[in-house]
Structures are given as structure tokens and as C-alpha cells.
């Protein structure tokens, strides 16, 4: 963080997460209050990451914002997010009137395929907002109002392994994220990132889960009998590290998210036949070895997350490479990486 005069200039990095209990479809569209509650690891930030630069400019109002190197439109949810941030600085006094009504210039990128499926709107709204309590100096969680910015962002504010709590309450102030266990507590679990389709996906996750509870019958199976039992489920396996019981926890949950997107009216299709190839993999791998020993998750596209443990990496690559001819892979590790400000 720079200061001079008023101009101030603040950047943060934050990492992606990949839900292993899945988030579909909200209950309050506005204040983003999701339908279930959902699990997911933090990844490292070496190579999947957001970053977050904001200046403010003291004689002017206006905010801009540029993402990938291109100027975007500010966003409702984006203008949002700002609002919430300077409201809180105000509420705990954390900044001057004069310094929250400074406009801003800000600059993200991503370090990889955006809106691709790939998280980048958990790592960018995490990130913004990690920026903004920074330049505001605002104390505290705020997994709140990230979550209004992005839903699944709110549990990129922590590392290792995170559960987003639906909440009960109306105003959704008890919808948060928390940590349940460090990156630490399972060293040797790895997540390998296949990049099938590095385009934006048809269907923005916003719009998707919108349809989906608008005209699915398997969600509401879903949300209220299947997906309680299997957070508590997951808990317990990575509490136990119990890798057999956690990958297929994990493939069921994929499994049952795609079987949601199938059962919206129309239709919603993320996976491709690559996908699906890759799923047959790990399945056929898994049958080899007589027991779960690499799992695979999808989300709203035709990415694939593999999980495994460290020994199990080398094997699962060579496959990899012998079936589609890719060389560079690497196993990122579960990171206790937290919301930065990168000097
Ligand atoms: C997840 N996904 O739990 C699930 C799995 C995609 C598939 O959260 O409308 O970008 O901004 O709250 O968070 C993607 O949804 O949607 C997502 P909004 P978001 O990671």
C-alpha cells in the first residue's frame, strides 16, 4: 500500500475454490442466500489466482474498472460491493467521508480462463473485496459481503477447508463462510486442474441455477434430503481422512449437480465428451486399483478437478498424458493461503 496525499493505492491476491459439496440455487436472489449449505478447498495461489489492484482518485467520483486488461462496465453486483464496503468503513469509522466518496480506478486479472468454469468470479470478488477492506481499513469478516458480490466468493476469504453456512436468518447476515479445518490437517491431498475448455461457458452460473430452481424437481430432492446428510458426511471424511470415502462423496456430488443441470427445462449441459471421458477414467482407474484413489468434480463447465493424494500424482499424470497427450501438469496443493495485500 502506497499513500500520498489522499491517493491511495492498495492490492490484494486471492485464490480459487472448488466446492467438493456443491452450491446450486439461492433462496434470495438479491442478498445471494444459497438454497444449501456447501464445502470446498482452497487451492494455492501459484496457479489459479485473482488479482486486485485499487486506486482512489480524490478529485473525482468515478470508478472504473478493468479486468484482463479491458475496460468493463461496472456491474450491479460490482457497484454493490463497493457500496457495502464504504458503508462499513463509515459504520466502524474506519475511513473518512472523504476518503469512501474518493472515486476508484480498478484493475483485476486473472491468471487464467475467466468465467470458464474455473472459479474466477469466487477469486475476484473475493479479491475486490480483500482490496476495499484494506484501502477502508474495515475489521472483521467479511464473508458477508462477499458473498453478496459472488456466492461461492465468500469461501475463498479462507483457506484450506471451508463450509458456507445457508444461515437461517432473513437479512442472510448468518449466511457465512468458515474455516473447519487448516490446509495442514491433510498435506498429502493434491488437486489437479484439467483445462478442456478454456471457453466462457453458454449459461453464466447466475442465470443457471436460476432455471434450475425455477423447473427442477431433483433439487429440491437435492437441497433438503440429500445435501444435509453429505456435508456432514464430507466433515467427517476429512476430518478422519478418510480419501476412499471423500472421492466418492465428491463424485456423487459432481454427479448430482450435472443431473440437476440435466433435469432444468431446458436442459443446461456443461460437461463435454471430454469430460465425460475423464470421468470414465478416474472410474476405470479407481476399479484397477481396487479402491477410490483419484476423484474428479466439475462445475459450471467442462474443467475437470481431480483429486488425489501426493503418491497417487506421477500415475494419474501419465494416464492423463497417454490418453490426451499433455505434458505439464501439476498437483496444487489444499493452501491456508488467505486474502493478501501484496506490497
Ligand atoms: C460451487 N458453482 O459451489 C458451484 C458449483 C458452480 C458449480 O458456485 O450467482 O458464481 O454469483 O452466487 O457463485 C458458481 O456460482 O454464482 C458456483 P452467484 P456463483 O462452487
Same mark, same amino acid.
Given at each position: ?77 460490482? @457497484?454493490? =460491493?463497493?457500496?457495502? %464496503?464504504?458503508?462499513? /468503513? ?6 473518512? #467521508?472523504?476518503? *469512501? !466518496? &474518493? ?17 474466477? @468470479?469466487? =477469486?475476484?470478488?473475493? %479479491?475486490?473485496?480483500? /482490496? ?6 474495515? #475489521?472483521?469478516? *467479511? !464473508? &458477508? ?19 458456507? =453456512? ?178
Amino acid at each position: 500500500e502506497t499513500s500520498s496525499g489522499l491517493g491511495r493505492v492498495v492490492t490484494c491476491v486471492a485464490p480459487v475454490n472448488i466446492a467438493v459439496v456443491k452450491y446450486w440455487g439461492k433462496t434470495n436472489e438479491d442478498l445471494i442466500i444459497p438454497l444449501n449449505d456447501s464445502i470446498s478447498l482452497t487451492l494455492s495461489t501459484e496457479h489459479l489466482r485473482a488479482r486486485t489492484t485499487i486506486k482512489t482518485i480524490p478529485q473525482s467520483n468515478d470508478i472504473t474498472f478493468e479486468l484482463n486488461g479491458v475496460t468493463e462496465k461496472l456491474t450491479k453486483r460490482l @457497484s454493490r =460491493a463497493i457500496q457495502l %464496503c464504504r458503508e462499513e /468503513a463509515v459504520r466502524q469509522n474506519t475511513a473518512t #467521508q472523504e476518503v *469512501v !466518496s &474518493a472515486g476508484l480506478t480498478i484493475i483485476s486479472d486473472n491468471n487464467f480462463p475467466t468465467a470458464a468454469g474455473l472459479a474466477s @468470479s469466487a =477469486a475476484g470478488f473475493a %479479491c475486490l473485496v480483500c /482490496a476495499l477492506q484494506h484501502l477502508y481499513g474495515i #475489521q472483521g469478516d *467479511v !464473508s &458477508a459481503i462477499v458473498r453478496q458480490g459472488s456466492g461461492s466468493a465468500c469461501r475463498s476469504v479462507f483457506g484450506g477447508f471451508v463450509r458456507w =453456512a445457508k444461515g437461517h436468518r432473513e437479512d442472510g447476515n448468518d449466511s457465512i463462510a468458515r474455516q473447519l479445518f487448516p490446509a495442514s490437517h491433510w498435506p498429502e491431498l493434491r488437486v489437479l486442474i484439467v483445462v478442456v475448455s478454456d471457453h466462457k461457458k453458454e449459461t453464466s452460473s447466475t442465470k443457471g441455477m436460476q432455471t434450475t430452481v425455477e423447473t427442477s424437481d431433483l433439487l429440491k430432492f437435492r437441497t433438503e434430503v440429500v445435501v444435509p446428510k453429505r456435508c456432514e458426511d464430507m466433515e467427517r471424511a476429512i476430518e478422519k481422512r478418510d480419501f476412499p470415502s471423500f472421492a466418492e462423496l465428491t463424485m456423487r456430488d459432481s454427479n448430482q449437480f450435472h443431473a440437476t443441470c440435466l433435469d432444468t427445462y431446458p436442459p443446461i449441459f456443461y460437461l463435454n465428451s471430454t469430460s465425460q471421458e475423464i470421468l470414465m477414467l478416474c472410474h476405470d482407474y479407481n476399479q484397477k486399483k481396487g479402491a477410490a484413489t483419484v476423484a474428479y468434480s466439475f462445475d459450471a463447465g467442462a474443467n475437470a478437478f481431480l483429486f488425489t493424494l501426493n503418491k497417487s500424482v506421477p500415475e494419474i499424470c501419465g494416464l492423463l498424458q497417454a490418453r490426451f497427450g499433455v505434458t505439464d501438469f501439476k498437483g496444487d496443493p489444499v493452501s491456508d493461503f488467505c486474502l493478501h495485500e501484496e506490497h
